[in-house]
């Protein structure tokens, strides 16, 4: 076993057995530790014995298939903590805390982002947009407000403004920035902006040919295509080229549900879980319809209305395809609701791994508990590719046959969007999952009759 250990950093690499298909295969696990819990995991699947001819530094300017970064602390730590266990708090949540959260590989000279790279993503992001425009794949009856002035003042209580929304609060950080609560001088109403920093994000590499503001740019492309009840609403881009700052306006969904931060998730009755459930499967499915893929369901992420209704939100790892092929080989979701086909760093289907979320997330609705969740985010990615699933004696047979449906280590067996739909427990007392004909559809189906008037197809 090759194992070396520095203060400034660490390779540690760990044989062990995982399944392709049917095919056995023994892998080489190899762990990369840098710097004072500046911590980055990331695993390279290669044959025994070809590992001398691997290419470290190659590795090093890349984030690899899963990339987490924690936040460096001001204080110095022991040797120790740089090269043991990775907090249970990051398996549990992608997302470091604080006003200026960052994640991904900060490059080392600020100028080596040129801004024609930014630009040339916004063209592209554009070039998408107005392609599916055409082809009725934005399913928008109003396209989301685009504002490229950016004014900030005060009320008259002293709280800060930008165009006319009043400051109330922070609600909290995500992966790149912060979200604050905010109310509308124009309509009273209350919102959630997302706020990012443009020149910060330009220095973080998230990939060797994207940065930070790739991942940005791409979330409000998914969310200018989207509009769904069991999806948060993007009201809003405040977008200066002027100023430094980039603003996403959002809609205020009144309170997260099951996890609050990292702590392990609360356990919910059969009943609300399986409401919750049919909503989700509901967004999740309109999504996948049009060729997006979610890339981090969690409770985290699914947001409850004061009506009880559930939102998905956070689309900041997303991915839209132009067709019916959703392979990827980058997976920057939460590791414990990682499927195991992401685990292994291969190429993997992205509505198959989104489903498989799916299964954790109601296995944590029902038991309080994940299903795979190990000490460090090795031992997480073990446990959920070798373990076995285990389900409580007296649990639900229906209910059991779905988790089990849902989180089958295989792919290619896994249950669908579709299979959960029918699936007897979901449909329960209430009947099946009320079908959605997006706006796009409706769209569509309205065609003019002989004397001009419209009517429905």
């Known amino acids: 076993m090759l194992k070396v250990n520095e203060f400034f950093g660490g390779l540690e690499a760990l044989p062990f057995l995982s399944y392709q298909g049917q095919q056995r295969e023994e892998k080489l696990v190899i762990r990369i530790y840098i710097g004072f819990g500046h911590?980055?995991?990331?695993?390279?699947?290669?044959?025994?014995?070809?590992?001398?001819?691997?290419?470290?530094?190659?590795?090093?300017?890349?984030?690899?298939?899963?990339?987490?970064?924690q936040k460096p602390r001001r204080r110095?730590?022991?040797?120790?903590?740089?090269?043991?266990?990775?907090?249970?708090?990051?398996?549990?949540?992608?997302?470091?805390?604080?006003?200026?959260?960052?994640?991904?590989?900060?490059?080392?000279n600020c100028t080596s982002v040129d801004d024609n790279e930014v630009q040339a993503v916004r063209n592209r992001s554009e070039d998408?947009?107005?392609?599916?425009?055409?082809?009725?794949?934005?399913?928008?009856?109003?396209?989301?407000?685009?504002?490229?002035?950016?004014?900030?003042?005060?009320?008259?209580?002293?709280?800060?403004?930008?165009?006319?929304?009043?400051?109330?609060?922070?609600?909290?950080?995500?992966?790149?920035?912060?979200?604050?609560?905010?109310?509308s001088s124009v309509d009273g109403k209350h919102y959630a902006i997302k706020s990012f920093h443009k020149s910060q994000l330009q220095k973080l590499r998230v990939a060797p040919s994207?940065?930070?503001?790739?991942?940005?740019?791409?979330?409000?492309?998914i969310m200018k295509m989207v509009e769904h009840p069991n999806i948060v609403n993007l009201i809003e881009v405040i977008d200066d080229p002027e100023s430094d700052d980039f603003y996403m306006v959002l809609e205020y969904v009144e309170s997260k549900w099951v996890c609050e931060g990292t702590g392990r998730p609360c356990a919910l009755g059969e009943e609300t879980a399986r409401k919750y459930l049919r909503?989700?499967?509901?967004?999740?499915?309109?999504?996948?319809?049009?060729?997006?893929?979610?890339?981090?369901?969690?409770?985290?992420?699914?947001?409850i209305t004061h009506h009880g209704t559930v939102k998905i939100g956070d689309f900041s790892v997303s991915q839209a395809f132009?067709?019916?092929?959703?392979?990827?080989?980058?997976?920057?979701?939460?590791?414990?609701f990682t499927a195991p086909e992401c685990c292994l760093g291969l190429t993997y289907h992205g509505k198959a791994s989104d489903t498989w979320a799916v299964g954790v997330t109601l296995y944590c609705m029902i038991l309080g508990e994940y299903p795979f969740l190990g000490d460090t985010l090795q031992d997480t990615y073990d446990k959920i590719v070798n373990d076995p699933l285990v389900l409580p004696d007296d649990i639900n047979p229906?209910?059991?046959?779905?988790?089990?449906?849902?989180?089958?280590?295989?792919?290619?067996?896994?249950?669908?969007?579709?299979?959960?739909?029918?699936?007897?427990?979901?449909?329960?007392?209430?009947?099946?999952?009320p079908g959605y004909l997006c706006w796009c559809k409706r769209k569509s189906m309205v065609t003019e009759d002989s004397d001009g008037s419209d009517i429905l197809a």
């Not at 994207?210 to 492309?221: K, N, P, S, Y």
């Not at 132009?322 to 414990?336: H, M, Q």
């Not at 059991?400 to 007392?429: F, Q, S, Y």
Request: glycine share 12%; net charge negative.
């Open 279 to 303: 909503d989700i499967v509901s967004g999740l499915t309109y999504l996948h319809a049009h060729n997006i893929v979610h890339g981090d369901i969690k409770p985290d992420n699914l947001l």
């Open 39 to 69: 911590l980055r995991v990331s695993q390279i699947d290669a044959v025994m014995g070809d590992y001398k001819s691997f290419s470290f530094s190659k590795m090093m300017g890349c984030c690899g298939c899963f990339g987490f970064v």
């Open 210 to 221: 994207e940065t930070a503001m790739t991942d940005v740019l791409r979330e409000v492309l």
């Open 398 to 433: 229906q209910l059991k046959n779905l988790i089990e449906g849902l989180l089958c280590k295989d792919p290619e067996l896994r249950m669908t969007l579709g299979d959960v739909a029918e699936h007897i427990w979901v449909i329960g007392e209430d009947g099946p999952i």
């Open 76 to 108: 110095r730590r022991d040797k120790r903590g740089i090269s043991n266990l990775l907090s249970q708090g990051l398996l549990l949540d992608g997302e470091t805390e604080g006003d200026e959260t960052y994640s991904g590989d900060v490059t080392s």
């Open 322 to 336: 132009e067709d019916g092929n959703d392979e990827l080989r980058r997976s920057p979701g939460t590791p414990v």
């Open 128 to 183: 998408i947009l107005n392609f599916r425009a055409k082809n009725g794949m934005v399913c928008r009856p109003f396209p989301v407000k685009e504002t490229c002035k950016l004014d900030r003042s005060e009320d008259e209580n002293g709280n800060k403004m930008i165009n006319g929304y009043v400051r109330e609060y922070k609600i909290g950080s995500g992966s790149y920035g912060k979200v604050a609560l905010y109310r």
